[in-house]
């Protein structure tokens, strides 16, 4: 399963991209705007840490200046992947996107029906909100679970990109279900190394290794 920041901040994608284990970046105008930066410079800047894909959201809502502003996207580097929300106008612009080899991630996705228009519409990513689902009482890993059999069953290409996800069980949960990739803040990523059976472990070995008053270097 490939791991995504859902951030602008360039400090975390810094920090995540030196581990190695950072395959891509999705932002949206909201963290845009708590980034407090300008859209095309901090994308850019995202774009030359990461090499995976960047999602990068358009704000238009009509077709027509959707394919304006992801003309101006698209040029700000060959990682960038438009996103688009799913919506009658969202998705005319993906299928001419995808239809001249441009990426594009699909977002604000809330039922099967939803996901299946994406994928007929060519999709990259899809990106169904779980938390917002859970937020309203509802438990949004049924949402994948959901997606995933409809995608199996024909062979769709469109990659299911979990959203919205708030803590390390929606992690786990989506790895179980065979989501392609996951998007999270960064310190939902940074705790999915925590086991306090790790850390008593290491404890243990150091505290025994210092007993035989020996070292490596
Ligand atoms: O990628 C979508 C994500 O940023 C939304 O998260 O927690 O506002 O539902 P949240």
Same mark, same amino acid.
């Given at each position: 399963?490939?791991?995504?920041?859902?951030?602008?901040?360039?400090?975390?994608?810094?920090?995540?991209?030196?581990?190695?284990?950072?395959?891509? +970046?999705?932002?949206?105008?909201?963290? @845009?705007?708590?980034?407090?930066?300008?859209?095309?410079?901090?994308?850019?800047? @995202?774009?030359?840490? +990461?090499?995976?894909?960047?999602? =990068?959201?358009?704000?238009?809502?009509?077709?027509?200046?959707?394919?304006?502003?992801?003309?101006?996207?698209?040029?700000? =580097?060959?990682?960038?992947?438009?996103?688009?929300?799913?919506?009658?106008?969202?998705?005319?612009?993906?299928?001419?996107?995808?239809?001249?080899?441009?990426?594009? #991630?699909?977002?604000?996705?809330?039922?099967? #029906? %939803?996901? /299946? /228009?994406?994928?007929?519409?060519?999709?990259?990513?899809?990106?169904?909100?779980?938390?917002?689902?859970?937020? #309203?009482?509802?438990?949004?890993?049924?949402?994948?679970?959901?997606?995933?059999?409809?995608?199996?069953?024909?062979?769709?290409?469109?990659?299911?990109?979990?959203?919205?996800?708030?803590?390390?069980?929606?992690?786990? *949960?989506?790895?179980?279900?065979?989501?392609?990739?996951?998007?999270?803040?960064?310190?939902?990523?940074?705790?999915?190394?925590?086991?306090?059976?790790?850390?008593?472990?290491? *404890?243990?070995?150091?505290?025994?290794? =210092?007993?035989?008053? %020996?070292? @490596? @270097?």
């Amino acid at each position: 399963m490939k791991f995504f920041a859902d951030t602008a901040e360039i400090a975390d994608i810094k920090d995540l991209a030196a581990t190695g284990l950072l395959d891509g +970046v999705t932002t949206n105008p909201s963290l @845009i705007a708590k980034s407090g930066r300008n859209f095309m410079e901090v994308t850019k800047e @995202i774009c030359d840490i +990461v090499d995976g894909p960047v999602s =990068a959201e358009v704000v238009a809502l009509d077709h027509e200046t959707m394919m304006k502003e992801a003309e101006v996207l698209r040029k700000i =580097a060959d990682n960038v992947c438009i996103k688009v929300p799913l919506t009658i106008d969202g998705l005319k612009t993906c299928k001419a996107l995808t239809s001249d080899g441009t990426m594009v #991630n699909v977002t604000l996705c809330f039922s099967g #029906n %939803q996901a /299946l /228009l994406a994928a007929k519409a060519g999709a990259t990513f899809v990106s169904p909100f779980v938390g917002r689902h859970d937020d #309203n009482g509802v438990d949004g890993m049924d949402l994948i679970r959901d997606i995933r059999l409809i995608y199996d069953n024909y062979a769709f290409e469109t990659e299911i990109l979990v959203a919205s996800v708030r803590h390390v069980t929606h992690v786990l *949960e989506s790895a179980r279900i065979g989501a392609d990739v996951m998007t999270a803040p960064p310190a939902v990523i940074k705790n999915l190394v925590k086991h306090v059976l790790t850390d008593k472990g290491i *404890e243990g070995f150091m505290a025994d290794w =210092a007993k035989t008053g %020996q070292s @490596i @270097i």
